[in-house]
DNA sequence: GCTAACTTTTAGACGTACCTAAAACTGGTT
DNA sequence: AACCAGTTTTAGGTACGTCTAAAAGTTAGC
C-alpha cells in the first residue's frame, strides 16, 4: 500500500480522496503560466511568481516531481508533464470561468474578481464547473481576454503581442489584460477605455521609452510604455 | 510581535492576514451545532461528529481556547465565546446562502448541495456573500428549512422537534431536514413528499419503536423510526 | 582556467492538523 | 474506600508547506 497516490488524476481527485491539493494547484498553475513566457522554468522564477523563497519552491518542485506532475534536472529546470497540464488548465479554467460568472451573474467589476477567483478555483466540482459554464453559454474567453482551456484541455490561441512592441500607424484590438495586474492599473486601463475588445489606432511612439499616442473610439489617449506593456494586442 | 493574533476577529481575518483558517472555522461550525443539542460539549462529541479521533479534538480545543474562541475545562467540556460564536455564524450563513444560490440560481437538486457548499463556505468574502445575500433577496431559510444567520448573528427560532416524537393524530409542518443526511436519505424523503414545508398528520405510531403512519396531502406514508428522527417539525 | 557573483539545493526547524498508544481522570459499584 | 469501565488528556510521531542559513553548483570576467 503506498502512502500516496502515484500520479493526481484530473480535478475530481479533490472530492474524491477528500485531500486538499490547493498548494500542489497553485505551483502547477503557475509553472503554467511561466512557461508561455519561457520554459523550462526555474525553481526560482516559481518562487518570485509564487511569493515564496527559493528553498520552498525548490522542495515544491521536488514533491511535484515525486508526483510525476512535473519534470525536473537539478539545476536545469522545471516543465509540466501531461499530468501536470491537466491539473493546471483545470484550475485555469475554473478560474476564468468564475471571474466571468462574478462580472456577468453577480455585477462584480472586472478589477475586484481576480482574488475571489484564486480562493474559488480550487473549490469547484465538476458538477458546478458544468452549470456555470452552462449558465455563461459556454464561454471561450474571460473577461480579462484570457481564453479559457476547453474540458479537452484545448486553449485558443491569440498571437498576443504587447501594445508597446506595435509601431505608429498600427491598427490593433486589445485582446486581454493580465488578470494579475493590480486593481488600480485595471480601474485606470478602463478609464482609457483600454478594455478587451476595443480597438484602437497608435498615433506616434515618441523614443527613447517615452509614451504612446493612441487614437481609441476617436479620443486620443497618452500611455507610458509600461501600461502599454501591460495591456495585449491583436493586429487588425 | 506576538506569533500569532489573539482573538480572531471575525470573517474577513481570512482575506486580511492571507491564513487558512478552514479547520479552525469547521470545528467552531462543528461546537455550535452540538451546543444547540447539549451544552457544555465533550470533546468526544466534537471528535465523533468531526469524524477524527478523541485527541485530535482535544488538541484543536485547546488551540480554540488560547485564540479565545471557546470556553474549556479539562475533563467538563466546551462551550463557544462570543468571538466563537460569531465565526461559526458567518460560516453557518455562508453555507446556507450558498446552498440556496446553487438551487435557486443554478438548478441543482437540494439533495446534493451540502458536500460542495461545505468547501465553498470558507471562502466566501464579505462582499460576495453580500452579493449573493442579495441576488436571493435576503432569504431566512435556506431549502432544508435551517434558518440562515443575519449578519447581526440572530438566528429565527423554530422550536423544531422530531417527527418521531409526534402522537398519533398530532397534525404537524415538516419545518428541516438536517442538511448532513445522506443524499439517499434525502431523495427518499422527497418521495414521500416529505420537504420543508409540508404538511402531515400522523395516524398512527406502532409500539416497540415501530413505523409512523402519515397522512402526507391525503397519501398514507409508513415510514420507520429512523426516517421519522430525521425529520423535524413544528406542531400546528 | 581561476575566481567572484549568482543561482540552486540541502539541512534543519517550525506550526498546523492529524494519528496511535499510554497515562490520568471520572463516576458508579461493591 | 477501592476498583472497574469508560472518557479524556498527554506524549510522541507523521506529512505538509513554509522558513533560515549554509553548502554546492553554475556562469562570466579576467
Same mark, same amino acid.
Given at each position: 500500500?503506498?502512502?500516496?497516490?502515484?500520479?493526481?488524476?484530473?480535478?475530481?481527485?479533490?472530492?474524491?480522496?477528500?485531500?486538499?491539493?490547493?498548494?500542489?494547484?497553485?505551483?502547477?498553475?503557475?509553472?503554467?503560466? @511561466?512557461?508561455?513566457?519561457?520554459?523550462?522554468?526555474?525553481?526560482?522564477?516559481?518562487?518570485?511568481?509564487?511569493?515564496?523563497?527559493?528553498?520552498?519552491?525548490?522542495?515544491?518542485?521536488?514533491?511535484?516531481?515525486? @508526483?510525476?506532475?512535473?519534470?525536473?534536472?537539478?539545476?536545469?529546470?522545471?516543465?509540466?508533464?501531461?499530468?501536470?497540464?491537466?491539473?493546471?488548465?483545470?484550475?485555469?479554467?475554473?478560474?476564468? @470561468?468564475?471571474?466571468?460568472?462574478?462580472?456577468?451573474?453577480?455585477?462584480?467589476?472586472?478589477?475586484?474578481?481576480?482574488?475571489?477567483?484564486?480562493?474559488?478555483?480550487?473549490?469547484?466540482?465538476?458538477?458546478?464547473?458544468?452549470?456555470?459554464?452552462?449558465?455563461?453559454?459556454? /464561454?471561450?474567453?474571460?473577461?480579462?481576454?484570457?481564453?479559457?482551456?476547453?474540458?479537452?484541455?484545448?486553449?485558443?490561441?491569440?498571437?498576443?503581442?504587447?501594445?508597446?512592441?506595435?509601431? /505608429?500607424?498600427?491598427?490593433?484590438?486589445?485582446?486581454?489584460?493580465?488578470?494579475?495586474?493590480?486593481?488600480?492599473?485595471?480601474?485606470?486601463?478602463?478609464?482609457?477605455?483600454?478594455?478587451?475588445?476595443?480597438?484602437?489606432?497608435?498615433?506616434?511612439?515618441?523614443?527613447?521609452?517615452?509614451?504612446?499616442?493612441?487614437?481609441?473610439?476617436?479620443?486620443?489617449?497618452?500611455?507610458?510604455?509600461?501600461?502599454?506593456?501591460?495591456?495585449?494586442?491583436?493586429?487588425?
Amino acid at each position: 500500500m503506498s502512502p500516496e497516490i502515484e500520479t493526481l488524476s484530473l480535478g475530481s481527485s479533490r472530492q474524491r480522496d477528500g485531500l486538499n491539493h490547493q498548494a500542489i494547484e497553485d505551483y502547477l498553475k503557475t509553472i503554467y503560466g @511561466l512557461e508561455q513566457e519561457e520554459s523550462p522554468v526555474s525553481t526560482s522564477r516559481i518562487a518570485a511568481a509564487r511569493e515564496v523563497k527559493p528553498g520552498s519552491a525548490t522542495s515544491m518542485v521536488q514533491r511535484l516531481h515525486k @508526483l510525476n506532475l512535473v519534470n525536473y534536472e537539478k539545476h536545469y529546470g522545471v516543465t509540466l508533464t501531461d499530468a501536470g497540464r491537466d491539473i493546471a488548465l483545470e484550475v485555469i479554467r475554473h478560474h476564468r @470561468l468564475v471571474e466571468l460568472y462574478l462580472i456577468e451573474a453577480l455585477g462584480f467589476g472586472w478589477d475586484e474578481v481576480h482574488e475571489q477567483a484564486d480562493l474559488l478555483e480550487h473549490v469547484i466540482s465538476e458538477k458546478l464547473e458544468e452549470r456555470i459554464a452552462a449558465a455563461l453559454n459556454h /464561454p471561450e474567453f474571460d473577461p480579462h481576454g484570457d481564453p479559457i482551456p476547453g474540458k479537452d484541455g484545448r486553449v485558443a490561441d491569440l498571437q498576443n503581442l504587447p501594445l508597446s512592441n506595435l509601431g /505608429p500607424g498600427t491598427r490593433a484590438v486589445v485582446s486581454r489584460i493580465p488578470d494579475d495586474a493590480d486593481g488600480e492599473m485595471l480601474r485606470y486601463l478602463g478609464s482609457l477605455g483600454l478594455t478587451p475588445g476595443q480597438e484602437l489606432v497608435v498615433c506616434e511612439v515618441a523614443p527613447f521609452d517615452g509614451p504612446l499616442t493612441l487614437d481609441v473610439d476617436g479620443a486620443q489617449q497618452i500611455v507610458g510604455r509600461r501600461v502599454a506593456g501591460a495591456v495585449l494586442v491583436r493586429r487588425i
